[in-house]
């Protein structure tokens, strides 16, 4: 029997000086079960393919004189017009291109100038009198580039791009009509010729929607000179030395499929802090 007493106060004992040490360690919760990830928002995996485009725009053409040809003389003269200049006109545009990756597209533009007006003066000798003239024209034009542009990168859905533009331009001419200050008129048929022409351009575009964009710009165009007017009156025939165009466009930029540039990026996923212990 005593030693069953001793046994039992024994493990009393024990018991007695476990529990402070229990009761001294330290609460750790539990882990923090991690959050679900969401779900990324859908990127497009492509780089736009095809688009279509339309333009509208205002432009000053610098008309860069003209040169013509006087039969009062044995073997004829060559002259150039005192003064020139062509109002500005709006013109619209269609075009058709294609997205190759997420820097550089390509496309093909017509444009059609509306009328310009022209007004000129002339002077020279005439059996020994000496004579002026005020010269009126219009002129309008169609013009065809292929285009290539560099993307810059896209910032808060607006893409600012650099180009440039190769192609030809169809110059129509109204007919030329002469006034001499002592009130004789002549009239010299106007002529339409194809020139070759080239373009550089720059501007940008801003997402309205994943597949709509708005493009607003400017444009310089060179376009080459050629035939303006028919012989007439004793003078011609007179061919222009071509254009220096300023042009502010704006237009709608429609891509097949979408484009990157388009797309919100996706959210950064949701990651818990770590728990040190």
Known sequence: MRKIAMKALFAAMLAGTA???????????????PMPMPMPMPVADNYGGWYIRGDVDY?????????????????????TFDSGSLSGAPSLGLGVGYQIDDHF???LTGDYWFKSNFKGSTSGWVDDVFYTSTDKSKMSAYLLLANAYVDLGTWHRITPYVGAGIGGAWIKWDDLNNTLDDGSFFRH??????RFAYAAMAGA????????KFDAGYRFSHINGGKMFEFGGGAGPGYDKGFNTHEVRGGLRYQFGGGRDCVEPAPVPYEPAPVYK
């Open 19 to 33: 529990m402070p040490a229990l009761a001294a360690d330290p609460y750790y919760p539990p882990d923090p079960q």
């Open 59 to 79: 432009h000053w053409s610098k008309w860069r004189s003209a040169e013509y040809i006087i039969y009062d003389e044995p073997l004829g003269q060559t002259r």
């Open 105 to 107: 597209r390509v496309d």
């Open 189 to 194: 048929k106007g002529k339409g010729s194809w």
């Open 205 to 212: 575009s801003y997402c309205l929607t994943k597949n709509l």
